[in-house]
């Protein structure tokens, strides 16, 4: 399950470059939950598997929903401001927000077991719908993106990017 492939890397001061580099995350630890069933039945749940699977709950359980809130607090907003025919798109992006995390609280139950040896294997067809969750959701929100980047000044994108950035920074 080694990542090799060289990674981008995006600052605040480029918040839908960051948007997009979150979908990238989602899209590789989807493609590394696509193939750990069959990891799993061939080596067993071994340290590797350990170690990427807690990236993984990591990633779903903290950056996810701020990358959710992101959107719908400042993206969605801000696009919607400027573009107003989008408006059918991000309700129902918002709507899918909460259908996503619905998911991801079934698969991580999964996956927390997984960890504590509480089991062997991971239920093939939540991982599929969670995955197909996800390319649905990243199909509609990514041409979005590239709306923001036609419809959204610099100086709006620069104080969206603050925002989301200090969003981490709050403990």
Known sequence: ML???PQQFVTWEQPIEMLYACHSKVKRFCHQLSILPSYLAEHGCNQAVKNDVQQILTYFNQSAPLHHQDEEDDFFPALLAKAPQVRSEIEKLAAQHSLLHQN???????????????RANIDVELISKFIA????????????FELGKQYLSIEELNSMGKIMFARRCVK
Do not use: G
């Open 133 to 144: 969750s996800y390319d649905e959701h990243i199909a509609i929100e990514e041409p979005l």
């Open 3 to 5: 990542n090799l492939s």
């Open 104 to 118: 991801w609280a079934e698969l991580s139950v999964q996956l927390s077991a997984l960890l504590s040896n509480q």
